[in-house]
């Protein structure tokens, strides 16, 4: 995919994601890797749903702008939370795009003390893994982004407490759609909370199954076949 393609794209999915309400105001930022060392990313304070391929910055991994500005950026500034965003390139050569948003189910879910990290729905093998919550960091501060920088080593989809998500991919799309995951995710659990709570989840032998399609996927990170086995033990054990 070229740049214009990769910036025309990152304009959708910020339409989407303020479409499906999981950002609010100018809250929410993505970027893509455009080569080894050059990320684009979205401009702060603007609102994701109105963003324009032009308003779009160019840094490397330090964060220093290495784009030429011109009318349509020249006045803006990378997001402020780039350094989540670079933690990730930087530990994970294999990541081509970084989304960070605010999904209120998924938010909520923290706020209530309710852990994403288990294995209740295909979905959470297949596609995101076991979704760890970060504990609450000022958003902008070192400890937040040492905390992704250890977390996206093992995970695609993790957690800041009351505050968002972060999710990666192979492209935007990719890590778009497991923000989308996520958040149905934590719909789903919100609802099952609702109805009585849980009373069972996917046993050893079904999730066993799906670690096998996730292999095939190429999606496995390390640790993850004994983090997906413990859960499945855990939830067992509370039923
Ligand atoms: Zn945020």
């Known amino acids: ?19 499906t309400g999981l950002v609010e105001g100018t809250a929410g930022n993505l970027s893509a890797r455009l080569s080894e060392e050059r990320i684009l990313t979205t401009p702060s304070g603007l609102a994701k749903g109105e963003l324009l391929p032009e308003q779009m910055i160019i840094v490397n991994l330090n964060g220093q702008r290495v784009d030429t500005p011109t009318e349509a950026n020249a006045h803006l500034r990378p997001t402020s939370e780039l350094m989540l965003h670079l933690e990730c390139y930087k530990v994970r050569p294999d990541v081509q795009a970084v989304v960070h948003a605010h999904p209120p189910h998924v938010v909520a879910m923290t706020i209530a003390g309710y852990d994403l990290g288990q294995v209740l729905v295909p979905e959470m093998v297949i596609l995101l893994g076991i979704v760890p919550t970060l504990p609450y960091t000022t958003p902008g501060s070192t400890e937040g982004r040492d905390a992704v920088g250890t977390a996206v080593r093992e995970h695609d989809a993790m957690v800041l407490a009351y505050h968002g ?36 989840g996917l046993n050893r032998e079904q999730v066993e199954a799906l670690i096998a399609i996730r292999t095939r996927l190429g999606r496995m990170r390390p640790g993850d076949e004994a983090r997906f086995l413990d859960r499945v033990t855990q939830v067992s054990n509370e039923a």
């Open 165 to 200: 998500s972060l999710t990666v991919g192979n492209n935007l799309s990719e890590a778009y759609r497991r923000l989308e995951s996520l958040e149905h995710t934590a719909r789903i659990l919100t609802l099952v909370q609702q109805l009585g709570g849980a009373k069972g």
């Open 1 to 19: 995919m070229n740049e214009h393609a990769i910036r025309e794209l990152m304009c959708r999915v910020g339409q989407q994601m303020h479409a």
